[in-house]
């Protein structure tokens, strides 16, 4: 059964870069079934996907229009996780995000959340 | 982009009742819809993929139906456990999105 293990801090400056780590087990990160992905989840925007990460023979990564420019989401195959970054975060960044394993479209397995506030 | 709209926003519910939650897409999905369970303070958790087959583990008072531009959740006799809020997600047009949750409370 894969697991899903967040980190990183909680509290981020703005302007600064929000970065995020998800620690894969039971499954790996160079899969060719599934992708990884990061959302959040805010009152504001409910649930919002941001970015993904997957290998089909080479790596691939999609981003959320919304995010597009600031976002990129790295796996890290010696540790078999992957990670978000989003630079130049403002309030409106704060939120809870999730990392998820998603597989034919459906999110099957999400980590524990990780609250981040973006404030000075 | 794909908008998902359910309703109702929040449902009143005394345990042993019925349930039927409502999603609503601006376009066709075919069956490509999911819906998942949220808890307060823990991650959603999927319940129903395809539009109607249950994720594993998930129990048979739960059901899924519908295609195309609507569908619904159904929960036979709703449980004290199943307080929540229920999202759907549809995985027919790139990018996925998700409705903004139907909160089904104690009445």
Same mark, same amino acid.
């Given at each position: 059964?894969?697991?899903?293990?967040?980190?990183? *801090?909680g509290?981020?400056? *703005? &302007?600064?870069t929000? $970065?995020?780590?998800?620690?894969?087990?039971?499954? $790996?990160?160079?899969?060719?079934?599934?992708?990884?992905?990061?959302?959040?989840?805010?009152?504001?925007?409910?649930?919002e996907w941001?970015?993904?990460?997957?290998?089909?023979?080479?790596?691939?990564?999609?981003?959320?229009?919304?995010?597009?420019?600031?976002?990129?989401?790295n *796996?890290?195959? &010696?540790?078999?996780?992957?990670?978000l970054?989003l630079?130049?975060v403002?309030?409106?960044?704060?939120?809870?995000y999730?990392?998820?394993?998603?597989?034919?479209?459906?999110?099957? &397995?999400?980590?524990?959340? &990780?609250?981040?506030?973006?404030?000075? | 982009? /794909?908008?998902? !709209?359910?309703?109702?926003v !929040?449902?009143?519910v @005394?345990?042993? #009742?019925? =349930?039927?939650? @409502?999603?609503?897409?601006?376009?066709?999905?075919g069956?490509?819809?999911?819906?998942?369970?949220?808890?307060?303070?823990?991650?959603p958790? +999927? +319940? %129903?993929y395809?539009?109607? !087959?249950?994720?594993?583990g =998930?129990?048979?008072?739960?059901?899924?139906?519908?295609? #195309? !531009? #609507?569908?619904?959740? /159904? %929960?036979?006799?709703l449980?004290? #456990?199943?307080f929540? =809020?229920?999202?759907?997600q549809?995985?027919?047009?790139?990018?996925?999105?998700?409705?903004?949750? /139907?909160k089904?409370?104690?009445?």
């Amino acid at each position: 059964q894969v697991q899903l293990q967040q980190s990183g *801090p909680g509290l981020v400056t *703005p &302007s600064q870069t929000l $970065s995020l780590t998800c620690a894969i087990s039971g499954d $790996s990160v160079s899969s060719n079934l599934v992708t990884w992905n990061w959302i959040r989840q805010s009152p504001s925007r409910g649930l919002e996907w941001l970015g993904r990460t997957y290998y089909r023979s080479k790596w691939s990564n999609d981003y959320a229009d919304s995010v597009k420019g600031r976002i990129t989401v790295n *796996p890290d195959t &010696s540790k078999n996780q992957f990670s978000l970054q989003l630079k130049s975060v403002t309030p409106e960044d704060t939120a809870v995000y999730y990392c998820v394993r998603v597989r034919g479209g459906v999110f099957e &397995s999400w980590g524990q959340g &990780s609250l981040v506030t973006v404030s000075s | 982009e /794909t908008v998902m !709209t359910q309703s109702p926003v !929040t449902l009143s519910v @005394s345990p042993g #009742e019925r =349930v039927t939650l @409502s999603c609503r897409a601006s376009q066709s999905l075919g069956s490509n819809l999911a819906w998942y369970q949220q808890k307060p303070g823990q991650s959603p958790r +999927l +319940l %129903i993929y395809g539009a109607s !087959t249950r994720a594993t583990g =998930v129990p048979a008072r739960f059901s899924g139906g519908g295609s #195309e !531009t #609507e569908f619904t959740l /159904t %929960i036979s006799s709703l449980q004290s #456990e199943d307080f929540a =809020v229920f999202y759907c997600q549809q995985y027919n047009h790139w990018p996925w999105t998700f409705g903004q949750g /139907t909160k089904v409370e104690i009445k």
